[in-house]
C-alpha cells in the first residue's frame, strides 16, 4: 500500500478546483478520471475516493492540519497528509509531505471527535439546524449515516428487462448485486464497480438510482392508462420509474423550468424504450394553467436543501448557505401551491424532497392544507426515510387525494 506521484498530484489539483474555484465535486472527479488512459480500475478508484474523502471531512482535516480558508498549495498537502495519515499510509519522503507529524495528527484527531461538528465534519449553522429540527440524539445518528460512503443501486428498467434476468446478466460481467427486500425494482452492489460501461446499461436495462428516490414513483400509485404530470421532472430518474410502472401507457407528461435537463431526460427515455413521456419546459403560468384540473396523478419532487443526500454529494456541506434554506421554503411553499390545480378532483398528489428537516416536509404539508387550495385535497399518508435507519438517502414524501 504506497501513494504514487501522478495520483495524488491529480488529487491535490482537483481539491483546488473544489475548494478555491467553487467547482462540483462531481464534475471535477469526472475530470479527473479521464486524465490518464493508462490508469487501471484502481488507480481511478484511488482518485475518485480519495478526493471524495477530502472534501467529506474538509473542516475536521483542516483543523487537524491547522489551515484556514482559502486554502494554498501547501495547505492542500497539509490535508492530504492528515487523510493518508489517517488511513494508515506510510508517508513517503517527497518535499510535499516532509516533516509530517503523523503523531499529532493522531493526537489531535482524538482530540476534536469529541466534539459533533468537527467529528462529523459539517458548518456551525448545519449542526444546530440539525439539532433544532430533528433533537440531539437523532442528529447526531442522522449525520454519522449522512458520512458513510453511498451505496450504488440500480433501478431495473422492466420496460426491457427483469431484476433477475438483470442481476444474471451481471453476474457474467462479474458484477454482483443484491435485491433490496421490498423493493420491486431495485439492485443493489456488493461492490461498487463502473456500471455506465457496461452494455446493459448501454440498451437501457437499468438506470442508477437510490433505493429511496425509487419509493417515490410506487407513492403515487401510478397505473397504466392514466394521465400523469411529473412537475419537477429534472433529468427524470422518477419520470423514467414511472414510464416503467405505466408500460408505456398513458400520457407522462415532463416539466421542468431547465431544457437542459429535459435534454438529458430525452436521451434516457431513447434509452430506456419510454416512448409516453412528452417534454414541456415552463417558461410563462399559461403551461400551468393549460393543466389544472386534467392529470390523474401529479408529482411535485420538490427542489430542497439536499440535507437527506449528503452521502452522495458530500460538497453540499460547503456550497450549501442557511439563507439558501429560508428562501428554498418559500419556492416550496409557492410549487405547492401552483402545481397542486394540475390535480382533477379525485385525483392524486405526491409532494416529495430529498430533505430530512421536518420544516422542508410535514410542515410545508401541514401549511399548504390550511390555503385556499389545500383545502380541496384530504392528507393520506407520509414517509420518512432517514439515513441512519435505512442506510439509503434521507426522503420525504406525502401523499394527498383531491376532493370530489
Known sequence: MRLHRNLVYTTIDSLNAIFNEGEYADKVVARALKKDKRWGSSDRKFVAETIYEIVRWKRLYSEIAEV??????????????????????????WRQLEGTPERKIKGRFD???????MRESIPDWMDEL???ELGEALWTKEIA?????????LRVNTLKTTK???RALLMDLNIETEYIKDNNDALVLTERANVFLTDAFKQGFFEVQDASSQLVARFLDVQPGMRVVDTCAGAGGKTLHMASIMENKGQLIAMDLYESKLKQLKLRAKRNGAFNIEYRIIDTTKVIKKLHEKADRVLIDAPCSGLGVLKRNPDAKWKLQPEF??????VQAEVLE???KIVKPGGKL??????VLPSENQEQIKRFLTTEIGKSFTFVKDTKVLASESGYDGFYMALLERKI
Do not use: H
Open 350 to 355: 405526491v409532494y416529495a424532497t430529498c430533505s
Open 325 to 330: 434554506i429560508d428562501n428554498i421554503k418559500k
Open 338 to 340: 401552483n402545481y397542486s
Open 145 to 153: 449515516a449522512q458520512n458513510q460512503q453511498a451505496k450504488v443501486i
Open 68 to 93: 484556514k480558508e482559502p486554502y494554498n498549495r501547501e495547505d492542500l498537502w497539509r490535508m492530504f497528509a492528515v487523510w493518508a495519515v489517517l488511513r494508515g499510509y506510510p508517508i513517503p519522503d
Open 164 to 166: 433477475e434476468k438483470l
Open 130 to 132: 440539525g439539532v433544532k
Open 111 to 117: 482530540e476534536l471527535s469529541k466534539v459533533r461538528k
